[in-house]
């Protein structure tokens, strides 16, 4: 059964990349390069060091940013979560953040804090946070009433009750949070670095747009592909695996 | 361990029309065994909740000797609670206080037959065997009130018998007080110092009675039975209840 699934996985893969080489060749137009030469274009900008250089700086952008939006967004979701009060004077808030649009928030944050760094990481923390608060508020609204009961019976204290009680619980939807909160950081995050930055993915992809060499932007794009299937593999499975050991 | 006065005017649910309990007085004296028994819905466990301190939209007052405080408690409630992410002896762990030696969980879990499931996750016990860590828990907190809401529902008979005779064991060696809920008048004149009979809703004390049988006589079904029997002779309102 896991052979198989295996082999149909790697059989999909190939099948794709089958169906790209041929477009390519049928079409022989400077707009869909082969595999082959996306691969070279792949190679030589590993060597020279500008693919890595500006991987690395997006990542980095990314981690932070995201390391900002989840810290903050967990913490208010759940203080939203517990109280009602608070939560009914929020809400409005949180329904006006989640949908100015994306490319709002970063012009706006352009032109009140000028083109630095610290503008387009709050650009983009603004975009992620209300989705991760709305989330986390759902999963503390669901919390196990009975269970709560319990830890308040046996005195389990605030530090003991969150830990045992309420963070196993909430854990789906963090997962969840940080599945799609990664996903949409991705994107906003070039259009932030393309607006607003000299160096990064999104600031490339734009030379390469005005030159017209998708190439580059196909291997920039796998790179940018393989860096978050390797953070699903090395970090979010195995944090699936471990929290969920416990399910029958 | 002092006496508890509990004196409760009114409580209503914010939904509900009328109140759940109204005029309940009860004093339980220090290391008293009692059982509460009244038809089902008639709001003992939301007694038992009010007494535990996890409900205080109440009128009236609980006092602790003449304090406003409450006693350690150990609760076993009406269903296990445990938490799903934790192994059994984990579960029981988290519920000590920090001072408190871990040594007494073997001697329980070995009591109780657990032993060998104490590094379990719950999800993988029976009902059976997690509401005897539910029991394991309440008991190794050392607590000086021990709440029980009819904790041996869906226990089966033998291990039911065990655990009560283990109750009254631990009861006699360390003694707290103990607020036992059943609708099992047998079960509740086997194990009780003083039973309290409790009317529907709203709920209040019908008659309390004292449970003449000797300590070492409670093993004696005959005994049981026959007062059991003069019980309900003499009191017919309790028959209605039951």
């Known amino acids: ?248 | 361990m002092t006496d508890i006065q509990i004196d409760i005017d009114n409580k209503t649910y914010p939904t509900a029309a009328k109140p759940s309990i109204a005029k309940l007085k009860l004093s339980l004296k220090s290391n008293e065994f009692i059982c509460l028994v009244g038809p089902s819905g008639c709001g003992k466990t939301t007694l038992l909740n009010i007494i535990a301190g996890l409900d205080n939209d109440y009128g009236g007052e609980i006092l602790v000797g003449q304090q406003h405080t409450y006693p350690k408690i150990g609760y076993v409630f009406q269903n296990p609670r445990l938490l799903p992410w934790r192994t059994v002896r984990e579960n029981i762990e988290l519920a000590l206080a920090d001072n408190q030696p871990p040594e007494i969980i073997d001697a329980l879990l070995e009591v109780m037959q657990l032993t060998q499931a104490q590094h379990d996750y719950p999800e993988r016990l029976s009902l059976g065997m997690s509401r005897r860590v539910a029991i394991i828990r309440a008991f190794a907190v050392d607590p000086e009130l021990l709440l029980m809401d009819e904790p041996f529902v869906s226990v089966d008979a033998p291990t039911a018998r065990q655990v009560r005779e283990l109750l009254v064991k631990l009861w006699q060696q360390r003694p707290h007080t103990v607020l036992f809920v059943t609708h099992d008048l047998r079960e509740a004149i086997a194990l009780a110092d003083r039973l309290v009979f409790l009317s529907a809703s709203p709920m209040q004390v019908i008659s309390e009675i004292t449970v003449p049988i000797a300590r070492s006589e409670r093993n004696n079904e005959l005994a049981i039975e026959a007062f059991r029997q003069q019980l309900l002779a003499n009191h017919p309102e309790i028959r209605q209840l039951l």
């Not at chain 1, 999909?12 to 079409?27: E, K, M, P, R, T």
């Not at chain 1, 953040?97 to 970063?106: M, Y």
């Open chain 1, 1 to 248: 059964m896991i052979n198989l699934k295996n082999f149909l996985s790697t059989f999909s893969l190939l099948a794709f990349l089958a169906i790209w080489q041929g477009l390519a060749v049928y079409l022989n137009s400077n707009t869909l390069p082969t595999p082959q030469a996306v691969a070279m274009v792949f190679w030589q900008g590993c060597v020279s060091g500008q693919l890595p250089f500006h991987l690395g700086v997006t990542l980095l952008r990314l981690v932070v940013s995201f390391t900002i939006a989840m810290l903050l967004g967990c913490a208010i979701g759940i203080a939203l979560g517990r109280n009602k009060k608070l939560d009914a004077f929020f809400d409005n808030w949180l329904v006006i953040f989640l949908n100015v649009p994306a490319l709002v928030t970063i012009i706006l944050c352009y032109v009140w804090f000028g083109l630095v760094e610290s503008a387009a990481i709050l650009a983009v923390v603004i975009n992620k946070l209300p989705n991760v608060i709305v989330t986390i508020r759902e999963g503390t609204r669901a919390l196990d009433r009975d269970l709560l009961e319990m830890a308040r019976c046996y005195r389990f204290g605030k530090r003991k009750t969150l830990v045992h009680v309420i963070w196993p619980q909430l854990h789906p939807f963090v997962m969840g949070a940080t599945r799609s909160g990664l996903a949409l950081i991705w994107k906003i995050i070039l259009v932030v670095e393309l607006l607003g930055r000299s160096n990064g993915m999104g600031y490339q992809l734009h030379l390469f747009f005005q030159l017209f060499d998708v190439a580059n932007i196909l291997a920039y794009t796998i790179a940018f592909v393989a860096v978050i299937q390797l953070i699903e593999l090395l970090i979010l499975k195995p944090l699936d695996k471990k929290a969920l050991r416990w399910r029958r």
